[in-house]
């Protein structure tokens, strides 16, 4: 554990602080629970890299495997300087829960190189990449551990990923990772998958609250391929969208922002500084703003017990893993907040990359009608499962979310049995 890490904002206590309300309410036995309170195998490795100045700078990185009782482990690589073992085994606990919400065949595991992604050169990175999976080589496979992107990581590193892999394996195997270019072998709509996600789970709950998206405005924190499409698919749905923001910061439009103007301006200059279609907002006031929606897609430990009381939105759809802690459920939830729990809300993307691993075994690919249809099929399902599980037993969404996740993990658990 990390103690400069205050707990609020310890992650994967957070993961266990609602793993264990979970466990609680389905009544889970004591061996069970244990087993699957901590993770299965965590690598650390150091990888000495030659910068482009000639310099040899060592980086450290990560491979958590929190559950493969399901399925290979599967889960991304984050490259983010702030990334540490403990937010590494918490995003590798939820993607074991977020699999099986949507009920894919998979564990979860999680990676992560502490670097600056923008900080570095195409060469730079490519070593890391390279010099990471040569590291974490023995735990990876496509029956074993399926990597894919996250934060600071894409097609083209994934694409570092297949190769190295496959190459050492003497083989060409591409399904050892996903969120890959189509002409590797990646899926149609992958890129798409988990901000369409979003999409597809706010309409389910507009739907349940009786709203009507046309009327609905939202604000989106985070600009990256789960931000800003999610905002272009809310689009879709007549959401007007008034709020988007990164790293630096957010614009604000009451009339409603043009979003292909953003993209397109992104797109140039990978930041929203510089657009005139909005004024400029923080990325503390976006969270505050009064609109139906709320979708913090950026990261962690966002709306904690500090701000939770002063959010407006009436849905809360969680692109990012983790944005609400454990504290500041407890207040979204006597506000009456209906919040879309992440390991639901953006399991469109682990969902398509299902279908890309599938495609891949099978050399056989797939229509983007027939990715997309699949993809809302269980989306539609499962948020109806949540919402079902949370009434039956009067708990959260984000407490069903759990419970029907970890519920499907501890069976397989139970029926593997404990091998000594
Ligand atoms: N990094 C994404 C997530 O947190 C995708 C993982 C995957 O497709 O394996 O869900």
Redesign the pocket.
Known sequence: MNANVPSEENPFEAMQARFDQAAERLGLEPNVRAILRSCEREVTISLPVVMDDGSVQVFEGYRVQHSTSRGPA???IRYASNVNRDEVRA?AA??TW?CAVVNVP?GGG?GGVICDPFKMSKGELERVTRRYVAGIMDILGPDRD?????MGTDGQVMAWLMDTYSMHQRSYLPAIV??KPISLGGSLGRVEA?GRGVMLVTREACKHLGLDTRQCTAAVQGAGNVGLISALQLATLGVKVLAISDVHGGLYNKNGLDLEAIRAHLQKHRRLDGFDGGTRISNAEILELPVDILVPAATENVITSKNAANIKAKVITEGA?GPCTANADKILDQKGVFVIPDILA??G??T??YFEWVQDRMAFFWTQKEVEDRMEHIMVESFAAVVDMARRFQVSNRIAAYMLGVNRVAETTRMRGIYA
Do not use: H, Y
């Open positions: 599967k889960g991304g995003l939820w993607m977020k998979f999680k399926v990597p894919a992107p996250d996903t969120g988990t893993n953006n399991a993307g682990v398509v990359s």
